[in-house]
């Protein structure tokens, strides 16, 4: 049979697999594996471990003695093997193990035996190729033609059914009722039902007739399966989602966490055995570059489809790495083993910096060009050989890296680089490929490859400085900000050097211009640049204007990563401001997003103050609807990020008001989830509570217009105040007091009385946070609905994507 290994999961049998046949059949086999890790323990202690094992019942086997790579010394040393016969159980074998042997080095034994099995059969998701399977489903064969790592390779044909509520915009776990719609061969259908059981048998119905290889839904993970399956046992009704029957769903459950001194939600998952189920809600790669881009991540860290979509970019990387060890027979550590060097007070001021940054002029400038370092960080780390056991090995002593004097090894290629290197050439052949792609179908899925591909790149330099990373070490880290200064200072010297003044310089990226240099100065520049760096550096675009606001604490400090800049093309590019946070209100987001469209087509900043009373209409039309209740109240919701239990707050701030209250009305947030309100009263004069959470939220309560009118103004202050016009001016043209003293809150009832069901109008024009504008395909509008069942879960919110003309 020729076709794609479709998926692979731990089973009773040893691994179960699915394959997708050229011929469209979907087929069943099993192969027998028994994973394995590696212990390093003195011979001494052998009669203990075969005590532990024979505690542990015939399944767990001592297998031999091997001699194995240590990764960081780069010798070979001694480590004895033992055999799971379970692979269902791994994990509780190797723990029985730890608990006896606390003080001894352990190796591969947290990696999964599906990536075990993936690793040792040199197999990865997707790949095409000749499978032999015997009568009785045994996978007796395998000749795979082709790559984990290639460029043109087919994709099997899949069928998928579209499942999520009928009201989009809120998640499930906000809303008292739920109808759930499907969608499949081009028709979708609204599951309506008097009880449990007809919706759970109307559902089982649509999954048995469309045979769904994937099913994309939304809000799947955290809400909608896991309500199913509580009404699928309560009602002893089965839940037929699995295309396998004797395989259970794989569930996880919501988590909070601690991470750099800011608290993480991590939403819970629910994956299918033999199809796939994907939440876009739920998946940062979906979001980020759609099926191409997630396909190309699986295939590339041999990690299955569905749980690619669920990690992070980080376990993606972490990956990786662990297939090119296991490959070269070099011993994985189950903890990180390099703990950072001593260093005196002053080598630790000397190392414990970020990338350089050369503080912008504050205000409007004009003929502004951006050059751009090319995957700067991952680059700098293959040019250099930079990798967790080559800084500072023990076989070298040349000083190699600026300022810190870190040495790096010559005898030997590094982990990091051996495996970013073709992540780099891959991305590179993907983009140019979308440069000359002819058709629109293929420059997309061109561009989800390589964006997807960049996610891993951006994480690299990250990761090598994370404190749990498997091959990190924080030398490394500091080593190629070293080198990033070191390129920045040279890059700046090689500018000036020829006549150019520096505007502003962020790590790897730098602003200049110079009087009467055209685009082709600038081309030269960035190529003698590449070639004295060694890292490709590359002529963003020249700005008519652009603006680096002054910081909202200080009006005499600049801020490095908050600018917006138009193009001759009339294109923005906008960092840091309103119209690109997600926390900022659509209402407000709308009105600097019109403002900055209409200044975009100013040729420069005199230009721009002659506008100055167009973009005072811009803004009376839009605080005209906010003044008289004609606004949707989805475009006043802002978010918030809970920090704490409901009861753990002491003060009374805005996320603390709402976490109470949804908690009184029986939804409990999780920390590190997002808050959703409506501000009522920011006075709290005639509304104590100030705010409501969106879930609570009726009409009928309205709104303080004098709080969200503060709001818009305040959005297009930061890009007027550097042409004379101070927040009071604007607020007298627009004929409002001056808000210097405490507002007056207003309290307007909205017109909109269906607010649940309201669509975001134009939501992907004011809205910008991708690259290149553009809407996911997967993420279809819905039609509306009324719920007929409660139910309770738990979900993540989601971020507003990119505007047409902003990028």
């Known amino acids: 049979m020729r076709g794609w290994l479709f998926d692979v999961y731990a089973s009773s049998n040893g691994m179960t697999l699915w394959f997708i046949s050229e011929t469209g059949k979907r087929v069943l086999s099993y192969t027998p594996f028994v994973p394995k890790f590696y212990i390093h323990v003195d011979e001494s202690k052998l009669g203990l471990i075969e005590k532990i094992a024979s505690h542990l019942g015939q399944r767990c086997e001592i297998s031999k003695w091997r001699e194995m790579t240590e990764i960081y010394s780069g010798q070979s040393i001694k480590v004895l093997e033992i055999c799971i016969n379970d692979t269902l159980n791994f994990s509780k074998y190797v723990k029985a193990f730890e608990a006896e042997l606390p003080y001894y080095a352990f190796f591969n034994s947290d990696l999964s035996p599906v990536q075990m099995f993936l690793f040792e059969r040199d197999l990865f998701p997707l790949a095409y190729g000749k499978y032999t399977i015997s009568n009785d489903g045994k996978l007796v064969e395998q000749d795979i033609e082709d790559s984990f790592d290639a460029i043109d390779y087919k994709l099997p044909p899949l069928s998928i059914m579209y499942l999520k509520p009928s009201i989009l915009e809120i998640s499930p776990k906000y809303q008292q009722n739920i109808t759930i719609e499907v969608e499949y061969d081009e028709k979708s259908y609204i599951i309506e039902a008097e009880n449990a059981h007809e ?103 041999r990690i299955p489809v569905q749980r690619q979509a669920r990690e992070t970019i980080g376990t993606g990387l972490s990956s990786l790495q662990l297939a090119w060890a296991y490959k070269h027979n070099i011993l994985i550590p189950a903890k990180k083993q390099e703990w950072e060097q001593f260093k005196s007070a002053y080598q630790l ?303 009374q701030n805005m996320q603390a008001i709402v976490a109470k209250t949804m908690a009184e009305g029986g939804v409990a947030l999780m920390p590190g989830e997002t808050a959703e309100f409506i501000i009522i009263d920011s006075t709290g004069k005639k509304y104590p509570q100030k705010v409501k959470p969106f879930l609570f939220y009726k009409p009928e309560d309205g709104y303080d217009v004098t709080k969200y009118t503060e709001l818009a103004i305040r959005s297009i202050e930061v890009l007027l105040s550097p042409l004379g016009y101070d927040y009071n001016w604007i607020a007298k043209q627009l004929n409002i007091l001056s808000f210097t003293t405490k507002p007056k809150s207003k309290l307007i009832t909205t017109r909109h009385r269906n607010q649940r069901t309201a669509k975001i109008i134009n939501y992907d024009t004011y809205t910008p946070d991708t690259d290149d504008g553009s809407r996911s395909q997967y993420q279809k509008p819905l039609s509306n609905g009324s719920g007929v069942l409660s139910k309770q879960s738990g979900s993540r919110e989601r971020s507003p994507e990119d505007g047409e003309y902003l990028r």
């Open 199 to 301: 919706l759970i048998t109307r559902l089982n119905f649509h999954v048995e007739r469309c045979d769904p290889d994937l099913i994309m839904s939304h809000y799947g993970d955290g809400s909608i399966f896991p309500w199913l399956v509580s009404l699928s046992n309560k009602f002893k009704v089965p839940l037929k989602l699995n295309r396998d029957p004797s395989a259970q769903f794989v569930r996880t459950h919501d988590v909070s966490y601690w991470s750099y001194g800011q608290i993480i939600h991590k939403a819970g998952s629910f994956e299918l055995a033999g199809r796939w189920h994907l939440d876009v809600e739920n998946s940062f790669i979906m979001d980020q570059s759609d099926l191409p881009g997630l396909f190309e991540l699986a295939r590339l860290t």
């Open 349 to 651: 001021l000397l190392s414990d910096r970020g990338g350089l940054i050369f503080l912008p002029k504050i205000g409007y400038h004009e003929n502004v060009a951006e050059l751009d370092f090319a995957s700067m960080y991952p680059t700098l780390m293959c040019i250099h050989n930079i990798s967790p056991e080559t800084v500072n090995c023990r076989c070298c002593n040349n000083q190699k890296v600026p300022e810190l004097g870190y040495t790096l090894c010559e005898n030997r290629k590094g982990i990091v680089p051996e495996t970013l290197e073709p992540v780099l050439s891959k991305r590179a052949a993907y983009k140019r490929r979308e440069k000359d792609a002819m058709t629109n179908s293929k420059k997309h899925e061109y561009h989800q490859r390589q964006t997807a591909l960049k996610w891993l790149l951006v994480t690299c330099f990250g990761y090598l400085g994370y404190k749990n990373a498997r091959f990190g070490k924080i030398e490394a880290h500091e080593s190629v900000n070293a080198f990033s200064r070191d390129a920045l200072l040279k890059a700046k010297a090689i500018a000036e050097g020829h006549g150019f003044e520096i505007v502003h310089g962020i790590v790897d990226c730098l602003w200049l211009k110079k009087d009467g240099a055209n685009t082709d100065d600038y081309i030269k520049l960035s190529n003698e640049i590449s070639e004295k760096t060694g890292v490709n550096i590359s002529f963003d675009g020249i700005y008519k204007w652009i603006l680096f606001p002054n910081s909202r604490t200080d009006p005499e400090i600049p801020t490095a990563n908050r600018y917006v800049g138009a193009y001759t093309n009339h294109e923005l590019k906008v960092r840091g401001l309103e119209v690109r946070r997600g926390d900022a209100p659509l209402f407000v987001r709308k009105v600097q997003a019109d403002v900055l469209k209409l200044m975009a087509t100013a040729s420069g900043i005199e230009e721009l103050k002659r506008m100055i009373f167009e973009i005072i209409q811009v803004m009376k039309t839009h605080l005209e609807r906010l003044a008289t209740g004609r606004i949707d109240p989805l475009e006043l919701v802002i978010k918030r990020t809970i920090s704490k239990e409901a009861d753990e707050y002491e003060n």
